[in-house]
């Protein structure tokens, strides 16, 4: 399996799977809680340098998030 098959999570799994509740991503990231709900729901896509924020956050690859719905 290559990486581009691996399957992706959503961006809320990365959260919770970093033991990170909504407010606590906020504040490590920078954002608003209805910046991060927004992301989280699929309304808006992060720009790429929040993109790599996530990443370094979450502790997670951000090629392994899908960032929209």
Known sequence: ??????????LEAARV???MNQSQACEALGISIKSLQNYEQGKRVPK???????????KF?????????
């Open 48 to 58: 790429w340098d929040l993109v790599q924020r996530f990443e370094e956050v979450y």
């Open 1 to 10: 399996m290559t990486p581009e098959q691996y399957p992706k999570i959503t």
């Open 17 to 19: 799977n970093a033991h």
């Open 61 to 69: 690859p951000a090629n392994l998030i899908s960032f929209a719905n």
